[in-house]
């Protein structure tokens, strides 16, 4: 009972010092949408999420959470410019474009005053529940309690080499480690409907020089890994964040690579559940 009642103080307590915020809902398609909060000033840091309440959609419910990835707001809304395309990106029926005919490649500058900057953003898959409630609120009182560290990051950022996996929603635990690191490869997989989804995250994405984008197809996780593997890197980090089949793929992959293998890899797993 003590220790039960010293944690309910104790998240009381870090709920009162973020104060009440104001959220304003947007929505992304039809799949998604997402919450900006003012008022916040948290850094963009791998690894790390936030309890967020909405004590106003469920009177007989106020308490009720769920965990999402912190992003500050300003990282997800950069000035851009353009240069040229470098990295390929599949479309819906499944062809990759010639990065010499694409559209010119949006590169982000985003100074690391800018990302620390107040507001955070949450990225929302529209599901039963609160959630779904979201849908018929564009501003309501929010309420925040976090961040708190998840998977250790330091490991995986001192490798040589870092290859982020993301399945759907799980690119907004990645969105972090995109630029916490100098040499990124991300690959992204969404169903054909979550389209809106990547033209939302363009701004963010266009900061990774070597990426792979797949719309209406998964990811050849094994693919990549040997790849990776092969590409003569003593220490690769690999970081996962998406279904929870797509996660243990990943985790049998890579504990097979690292038998008998000259590089070392270091996996971390985004995941996280209510």
């Not at 409630?133 to 708190?148: A, D, F, I, R, V």
């Not at 950022?157 to 690119?171: A, F, K, N, T, V």
Request: hydrophobic share 40%; with cysteine.
């Amino acid at each position: 009972m003590a220790v039960w009642a010293f944690d309910r103080t104790l998240r009381i307590l870090r709920v009162l010092k973020n104060g009440i915020k104001h959220a304003t809902v947007t929505e992304i398609g039809s799949n998604h949408l997402r919450v900006d909060i003012q008022g916040v000033r948290w850094a963009s840091r791998p690894g790390h999420i936030a309890y967020a309440y909405f004590p106003t959609l469920n009177k007989f419910r106020p308490w009720e959470n769920h965990p999402f990835s912190v992003n500050s707001t300003s990282l997800l809304r950069n000035t851009v410019s353009l240069t040229s395309a470098s990295s390929p990106t599949r479309s819906l029926d499944g062809s990759i474009s010639d990065p010499e005919k694409s559209v010119a490649r949006v590169d982000v500058h985003a100074s690391q005053e800018s990302r620390n900057g107040t507001g955070v953003t949450l990225i929302i898959k529209k599901n039963a529940g609160l959630t779904r409630l979201l849908q018929s609120h564009t501003k309501l009182s929010t309420l925040l309690e976090g961040p708190y560290p998840g998977a250790p990051a330091h490991e995986a950022l001192e490798c040589d080499h870092l290859l982020l996996l993301g399945g759907g929603i799980g690119i907004t635990g990645l969105v972090a480690w995109m630029h916490a690191h100098s040499n990124v490869k991300l690959a992204w997989s969404v169903k054909s409907s979550d389209e809106p989804l990547v033209r939302e995250l363009d701004g963010v994405l266009a900061g990774v020089a070597d990426k792979q984008v797949y719309i209406g197809e998964r990811l050849d996780i094994d693919g990549l890994l040997e790849h990776t593997a092969s590409a003569g890197y003593k220490k690769v980090g690999v970081v996962v964040c998406g279904p929870a089949g797509m996660c243990d793929d990943v985790r049998a992959k890579v504990a097979g690579l690292g038998r008998g293998r000259n590089t070392v890899f270091e996996l971390v797993v985004e995941a996280f559940s209510w």
